[in-house]
């Protein structure tokens, strides 16, 4: 079976127990995390929160840049208050440039990618800072909210907190 047969099936499990139909739109918490796509983070678990509680913006890096237009919808129409960018140890975004990921989709696919910015960055703290820069720069987003940023260690599960 296709592991994605096997995420039906599951979903198929939990929609038959499903007592969340009535959770309203906005995140009952008002925040909107930026959080990296890596499967070893599970941001509800890693930071006590439950269905409904929060928007979680999900991408490679944890990037603001990928982030920014779910965060502009997610603060304009739907309430949220504060922001938190949630980067990570041993982030696959710390061991490839630019560079090599174009030459590398260049080789394998042969499509030329040189108009895509993959984000990636050399330093873990720096790259927090760097979201929370372009954060503050952007005129799409809240300015008069708390927004912070954090590294989260896949060893121990913990977080702390980066300032600019």
């Known amino acids: 079976m296709a592991v994605i047969d096997e995420l039906v099936a599951a979903n198929s499990k939990y929609s038959n127990g499903f007592e969340h139909g009535a959770l309203p739109l906005p995140p009952a918490r008002k925040v ?49 208050e504060e922001v938190a960018f949630v980067h990570h140890t041993d982030c696959g975004m710390l061991t490839f440039t630019d560079l ?23 330093d873990l703290d720096e790259s927090v800072r760097a979201d929370l820069r372009a954060y503050q720069a952007s005129a799409l987003v809240r300015q008069d909210i708390p927004v912070r940023g954090f590294v989260y260690d896949v060893r121990t599960g913990s977080v702390r907190e980066v300032k600019l």
């Open 32 to 80: 909107a995390l930026v959080v990296c796509m890596d499967a070893r983070i599970d941001p509800a678990k890693a930071l006590g929160l439950k269905e409904g509680d929060a928007h979680v913006i999900r991408n490679a890096g944890g990037r603001f840049a990928d982030a920014l237009r779910s965060l502009a919808i997610s603060q304009t129409l739907l309430g949220t």
């Open 100 to 122: 090599t990921i174009r030459e590398q989709l260049k080789k394998d696919r042969k499509v030329d990618a040189d108009h895509v910015a993959f984000l990636p960055f050399g």
